[in-house]
């Protein structure tokens, strides 16, 4: 599908209820999806940052319907629509309930093919491994996960950048970690247009229990295909294979580890002008997920 024809597929912007709150997010609908992609954005930023401006070629949102994809891609709770409400976000569990509540409100009673296929970056990879080990995966069901752009160790240089950067605060140097090399990325991308959001309360503890607690924890409880894929400009995070070796070491429930490597990338992978090939990589990795799935069926059917 040529970069004219993606521009018209209808990314259309929702806003549901869930449990009386307000959720918010983007969706673009394939007609007979092969599965669902739920795509979770990370800090400071919104579901927008699936659907590059002026870029369709980049946009996650359009190109999972021209591959037979949908794509959800919600706000996470404590942006958009659910900034207003911090009070019922404030545990891991609540937040988990949201996204899932949303995302299946958002999708109604459109097909939903074999099932879920959860998509993290950054921040949003803490939401989508915590998605991944709940026990609404069994029953939604969640096909695999794919990660990018987190880990168990910051990059030396990140440091210090990181421990003073809050909901509120950006220090100098943040800009410089996530958005470098600057030709990695469309020149109106790094005006700032998809990466606005000011972020949540809650995620200061995010950031400081998920390296060191919460992600081996709840990686070790995640029971499907994993892919973790690292941008060869990645600043945040320890890339050497020591660290990579130490991260595909905490899922030890999932049944496959994949580590895709992203060349030409900076940290925001899908907004890069890799990102189109990011994207097809990823949901390449989800179409094998749903043939798995699909042969672990057949085999119950025959062993009945």
Not at 66 to 77: E, H, K, N, Q, Y
Not at 245 to 250: F, G, N, T
Not at 287 to 295: E, I, Q, S, T
Request: aromatic share 6%; net charge negative.
């Amino acid at each position: 599908m040529s970069p004219g024809e993606m521009s018209e597929v209808k990314v259309r912007p929702r806003v549901v209820l869930v449990d009386g709150v307000p959720m918010s997010g983007l969706i673009a609908a394939a007609a007979e999806p092969t599965a669902v992609v739920v795509a979770i954005h990370g800090g400071a930023s919104t579901a927008a940052y699936f659907d590059c401006p002026g870029h369709p070629e980049l946009s996650l949102l359009r190109t999972g319907p021209a591959l037979g994809f949908t794509v959800v891609a919600i706000d996470r709770p404590g942006y958009g629509s659910s900034a207003p409400y911090p009070e019922v976000m404030e545990r891991p569990e609540q937040r988990v309930a949201l996204a899932y509540g949303a995302v299946d409100a958002m999708l109604g009673d459109k097909p939903r093919g074999a099932g879920l296929f959860l998509l993290g970056h950054s921040a949003g990879c803490e939401l989508a491994v915590r998605m991944a080990a709940d026990e609404k995966a069994d029953s939604a069901p969640v096909l695999g996960v794919s990660l990018a752009g987190t880990g168990l160790r910051y990059a030396d240089a990140a440091v210090d950048i990181i421990k003073n950067t809050t909901a509120t605060r950006r220090p100098s140097g943040l800009r410089d970690l996530l958005w470098q090399p600057a030709d990695a990325y469309p020149p109106e991308v790094l005006s700032g247009l998809t990466n606005s959001s000011s972020g949540a309360p809650y995620e200061s503890e995010v950031t400081k229990y998920w390296p060191r607690r919460d992600f081996p924890e709840q990686a070790a409880r995640v029971r499907v295909p994993v892919q973790f894929t690292v941008a060869e400009h990645e600043r945040v995070w320890r890339t050497d294979p020591a660290a990579l070796a130490d991260i595909e070491a905490l899922f030890t429930a999932a049944p496959r580890f994949e580590r895709t490597d992203q060349p030409g990338a900076g940290h925001n992978l899908s907004l890069s002008l890799a990102g189109a090939d990011y994207h097809r990589k990823v949901l390449s990795f989800a179409a094998g997920c749903v043939d798995g799935a699909d042969r672990n069926t057949q085999q119950k059917v025959e062993g009945q």
